[in-house]
């Protein structure tokens, strides 16, 4: 089967005069995209033709390392950032080369700032514009329209996602798929990442309900992607039927971006072209809305081209007869609104006003009105509170423990490794920085790690009592995240002589001065108290090392 698909992405190369893409999509890290990758450049490097390596990230995988073997790879362009060098894919060099195949391992990856595009996928275009063929290789969880759907199904928010066109307009869509039991068995096995980080993946992302929700989301993606392709909208329905998607954006809704990548879906799943329709009433001019509502509105408007809608904005004050004089024209069959939560006053109703939404549905004839539930978790619970506020008032009168707060939530979730030899401090600080990238896709490796040999320039941040706490402060991310590796033999740091046998390693964003500094004095507390060092240093386990965690933070609180 792949020798086949081989020789068909062969065959397009040889009749294309501009560059093809070809993609290798798969539900998780680890299910051998790379190295399908790999061993296509190889098969086709036999059959004569030129074949480079743009950018290939082995993680370490020695199987995937030895195919690189014999394959012509383009060197890095450097690039610093905030005093710090980082490496990029030189596309000057690729296009200069000019090779048939270029391979770009990562199609999501948020490109360093200053480089001359932002995303990966834009190197990508800008290569295929040229007329050089690109293999790439994409996990499931960065197409922008599954955003919502991934958070929901994994607790995980995906910071790196590329536009589904991207997808839809690739040459080849190859799915790589593994059982979730064969990946978690050769993630144990340390052939998806380096020793040290598999358990830590294993209690995080890695955990065997996400992968299963992922592979599903992976096929089905897939397979609506062969339908799409094999079908004609024009073929499926009498031309009399409207058939195309809208949906209707507002000022005030906080879930636009949601709304669209939900509107995507449809489209994509019927293959119809969909509109995006925002009507500003009177009220809602540029002179009469702050800067931040314009500014959230732009934004709304430039996922939806991104997403692959056709942008309509209208002026009037009967939004709802603009909509469906809108669907007549344009022969929509689904309109999509969001629940604005309209609520109307007793005098109001008496009058016989009715809300939007009702008013779309009694209106509107031959046409599905889709109203879907894209709230945000935290929103759903919104409802709740005035009936947990006196609850709350209760719990303070009786003493009751106050909700944990954001350090105790971060010390409490955080990464832990077991390691049971000596290590240099800066083996230590990457292993502990690759388990925090392993969980968290927005940290980008070589900006924390030059970020972090930075801060021990400055100083060293072995702090006594066989404690270190090297950490960083990033731009680009939203929380801060911890991770702590425990070593019975010791930590040592060469230059300076100290040992440490518990470190911490703690990211923060910029913007939250406050937060890393009362995380660090929270750990500093924790690292003065004898008997958790004595409890982190009998742990036998990353389980029982959280337990040790929870413990402390319990016992803090009933003091």
Known sequence: MEESRAESFLRLIKQSQRGRLRIYLGYCAGVGKTYQMLLEARRLQQQGIDVVVGIVETHGRKETEALLENLEIIPRKALTYRGIEITEMDIDSIIKRRPAVVL??????????????????????????????????????????????????????????????????????????????????????????????????????????NLEQLRELTLREVAAQIDSSRRSPL??????????????????????????????????????????????????????????????????????????????IYKGNDIVSTILQFAKEYRVGHIVVGNSGERLSLLQRLTGKRPMIKRLIEES??????????????????????????????????????????????????????WNEVLEKESAIRRLLDTLCVTHSDIPFDYAWRALLEREKQGATFIGEEIAIPHARLEGINETVLAIGVSKLGICDPDSQNTATIMFLMLSPVNRPDSHIKLLGMISKMAGDSQWRAAMHSAKSEIEVTQILRHWIAGQKKR
């Not at 879907?372 to 978790?377: F, M, N």
Request: proline share 3%; charged share 25%; glycine share 4%.
């Open 235 to 312: 073929q499926d329905e009498p031309s009399s039927s409207p058939d195309q998607v809208m949906v209707c954006l507002s000022s005030r809704s906080e879930n636009s971006e949601a709304l669209l990548r939900y509107a995507s879906r449809i489209a994509g799943r019927l293959n119809r072209n969909w509109y995006a329709v925002y009507v500003q009433s009177l009220s809602e001019s540029p002179e009469m809305i702050d800067a931040g509502i314009q500014r959230r509105l732009t934004n709304t408007l430039a996922l939806a081209q991104q997403l692959g809608a056709t942008v309509f």
């Open 365 to 418: 004839h031959g046409i599905t009105i889709v109203v879907p539930d894209i709230r945000h978790p935290d929103e759903r619970r919104k409802k709740l509170r005035s009936s947990k506020y006196l609850t709350d008032i209760r719990a303070n009168l009786m003493g009751k423990p106050k909700e944990s707060d954001d350090r105790e939530v971060t010390i409490i979730h955080s990464n832990i490794m077991l």
């Open 104 to 209: 770009v391992d990562e199609l999501a990856h948020t490109n360093v700032p200053g480089s001359r595009n932002a995303k990966r996928y834009q190197d990508v275009e800008e290569i295929i514009g040229t007329g050089i063929h690109v293999v790439s290789t994409l996990n499931i969880q960065h197409l922008e329209s599954l955003y919502e759907t991934v958070e929901q199904a994994t607790g995980v928010k995906v910071k790196e996602r590329i536009p589904d066109r991207i997808a839809l307009q690739a040459d080849q869509l190859v799915n790589v798929d593994i059982a979730t039991d064969d990946l978690l068995q050769r993630l144990k096995e340390g052939k998806v990442y380096l020793a040290g980080k598999a358990e830590s993946a294993l209690t995080n992302f890695f955990k065997e309900e």
